[in-house]
């Protein structure tokens, strides 16, 4: 459903989250890196990022990618929607051209209330909240205040 660039995105600013605060930054190359990410292509998305204020950036030799209190307030969906949009959430679940409650698809009932609780969640849940759970299910020292 997500995208590469949704899910490298997501991952980059968790990663960010439980990595960095206004005192210590990290760089584009160096997410990559621990990520496993193509370094080009992650800059481009960490400066996307940037300008809809999903995450905080100084240029400079000190500087680096880093999340403000105002930064972990932003959702997973914002970060969905800054790289992809949110178009394909609205669309059909098997490609249906016209698919709604008066014209469903075979599946439209099933995968509805489904895609509805996961927008909830994806909307509601901060980037804090999920880098906190995230933090625990992978046993990181997590640096988030």
């Known amino acids: ?10 991952r980059a600013v968790l990663y960010l989250a439980n990595h960095t605060n206004k005192a210590r930054k990290i760089g584009s190359k160096e997410v990559a890196r621990q990520l496993d990410i193509p370094a080009p292509f992650l800059a481009k998305t960490l400066q996307e990022l ?3 204020e999903i995450l905080s950036s100084i240029k400079g ?4 990618f880093f999340l ?3 930064n972990h307030q932003k959702s997973l969906l914002d970060i969905i929607e800054c790289i ?3 178009k394909k959430f609205n669309e059909c679940f098997i490609g249906q051209h ?4 008066e014209t469903p698809c075979v599946v ?3 995968y509805l209330p489904f895609k509805n609780q996961l927008i ?4 509601t849940k901060s980037i804090l909240e999920m880098a906190k759970e995230y933090a625990k299910n992978n046993n990181l020292d997590a640096l988030i205040h």
Do not use: Q, R
Not at 98 to 101: A, I, L
Not at 120 to 123: A, G, N, R, S, Y
């Open 108 to 110: 439209h009932h099933i």
């Open 1 to 10: 459903m997500l995208s590469k660039s949704s899910k490298y995105a997501i």
């Open 61 to 64: 030799p000190n500087g680096g």
């Open 68 to 70: 403000t209190k105002v």
């Open 98 to 101: 016209e698919c709604n409650d």
């Open 120 to 123: 909830d969640k994806l909307k």
């Open 50 to 52: 940037t300008k809809k």
């Open 84 to 86: 992809d949009g949110i």
